[in-house]
Each structure stands twice: as C-alpha cells, then as structure tokens.
C-alpha cells in the first residue's frame, strides 16, 4: 500500500482549517495544520510536505513572504502552492 500524501496548510482561521482538514483527511490525505507564517515555514523546512495549502494574511509572516522563501530555498522551491486569499480585489491578485 503507497504512503499518503503529505498537505501542509497554514492557516489561521480555524474553522477554515478544519473543513480544509476533514476534506483532505477523508479523501485520503495526510493534513498537517500550522496557524502562523513564521511556524508554517519551520514545518515545510522540517517536513517537506508534498503540497503546501497556504493563507495569505497569517499573523508572524505573511503567506507571500512564506512562499517567496520557499521557492529561494532549492530544497523547497519544487513543493507546490496553492495560495488562499480572502481578498478579492483585483490589485490584490497574485
């Protein structure tokens, strides 16, 4: 049998995280959760998740910063990201 999938989701909402964490949970995933940029970081460096779920305003560091950090570090740059945003505005667009 293959080892899970591995998710990182950083994410300060907690209710956010947690329907994020029973999706992914019942469709099979392994979901880590961390509620700050700062921390989320030391995890993706610690853990090197197979997929980085990833907020942009988060208390400590912002996801942008989160992100640009990983795709300067070669170890991370190849996880891939997928960026939440409750912004909606069209400067806001990453």
């Known amino acids: 049998m293959s080892q899970k999938k591995r998710i990182l989701l950083i994410e300060d909402e907690e209710d956010i995280a947690a329907l994020i ?3 992914a ?3 099979g995933y ?3 959760v961390e509620v700050d940029g ?3 970081y030391r995890a993706i460096e ?4 197979d997929l980085v779920i990833l907020d942009v305003m988060l208390p400590g ?6 992100c640009r950090k990983m795709k300067n570090n070669p170890e991370l740059k ?3 990201v997928v960026i939440l945003s409750a912004k909606g505005e069209e400067l806001d667009v990453v």
Do not use: A, F, M, S
């Not at 560091?61 to 989160?66: A, I, Q, S, T």
């Open 46 to 49: 610690r853990e090197k998740p």
């Open 30 to 32: 392994k979901l880590h």
């Open 78 to 80: 190849n996880i891939p």
């Open 38 to 40: 700062i921390n989320g």
């Open 61 to 66: 560091e912002n996801g942008l910063d989160v």
């Open 25 to 27: 949970e019942i469709t």
């Open 21 to 23: 964490k029973l999706q």
